[in-house]
């Protein structure tokens, strides 16, 4: 069955460190992949995009890495901050899904002072 | 530019009744997508939109019905509604007819089902 996973549990941790979440799928051929950002009670925020022909695409601190032959991709928040405590989503668009987004579940990140 | 707008922002209807939300995309923006966001199935998507034509479409029941008009406005309606209708439903945009653009959600419009 098709399947796109990313770790259930809470990631803690300390403020200045690097945060590193992982998003796994199954069954996909994935045109592109997509990070999104939710804080409670608003709609997702767009973060980063990247294709299936790319290895790794880098934003700020932000960075994300597309590894087809593991079917998976990492996302990383270099020196992190508690601004950046919220959950982070990962998000698939198979081929010719136009704007069809299939989402995980999320990462709720908490970093702390 | 304005972002993305959805109104009502709450609802609480019975079960049985129908609603309709409705969604603004950003100005410019012509592809409106639906998504229904719940603690138990996370973001699902319902539908795409893109110059008044339904391209995409999720597995939900067809309950489940949207519609897009001249100006890129959207709007979803839910018929006979269920107690497991309860969600947030999420409007987002994107700028472009391609596919797997960057899109812009709206703050949601939050549904409860009694």
């Known amino acids: 069955s098709q399947k796109i996973e990313q770790n259930s549990e809470a990631l803690n941790i300390q403020e200045g460190k690097t945060a590193t979440l992982t998003c796994n799928y199954t069954?996909?051929?994935?045109?592109?992949l997509q990070w999104y950002r939710q804080d409670p009670g608003r709609g997702p925020v767009f973060l980063l995009l990247?294709?299936?022909?790319?290895k790794e695409k880098r934003k700020e601190r932000l960075k994300v890495t597309f590894d087809s032959t593991l079917k998976q991709s990492l996302f990383h928040i270099t020196a992190s901050q508690p601004a950046d405590s919220a959950t982070y989503l990962c998000?698939?668009?198979?081929?010719?899904?136009?704007?069809?987004?299939?989402f995980g579940a999320g990462t709720r990140l908490a970093v702390h002072p | 530019k304005a972002g993305v707008t959805q109104t009502p922002r709450y609802l609480i209807k019975t079960r049985g009744q129908q609603v309709t939300l409705s969604c603004s995309p950003i100005?410019?923006?012509?592809?409106v997508s639906w998504y229904q966001q719940t603690p138990g199935q996370g973001l699902q998507f319902l539908f795409e939109?893109?110059?008044?034509?339904?391209?995409n479409k999720g597995n939900f029941p067809g309950r489940f019905s949207g519609r897009q008009f001249s100006n890129s406005r959207s709007e979803m309606n839910v018929s006979t509604l269920e107690l497991g209708d309860s969600a947030l439903y999420l409007c987002?945009?994107?700028?472009?007819?391609?596919?797997?653009?960057?899109?812009?959600f709206g703050p949601g419009t939050r549904l409860t089902v009694t």
């Open positions: 987002a945009s994107s700028e472009q007819p391609g596919q797997g653009l960057e899109q812009y």
């Open positions: 069954n996909y051929s994935p045109a592109y």
């Open positions: 990247i294709r299936e022909n790319e």
């Open positions: 998000a698939l668009v198979p081929s010719g899904g136009y704007n069809k987004l299939i």
């Open positions: 100005s410019g923006h012509r592809s």
């Open positions: 939109y893109f110059s008044e034509t339904q391209r």
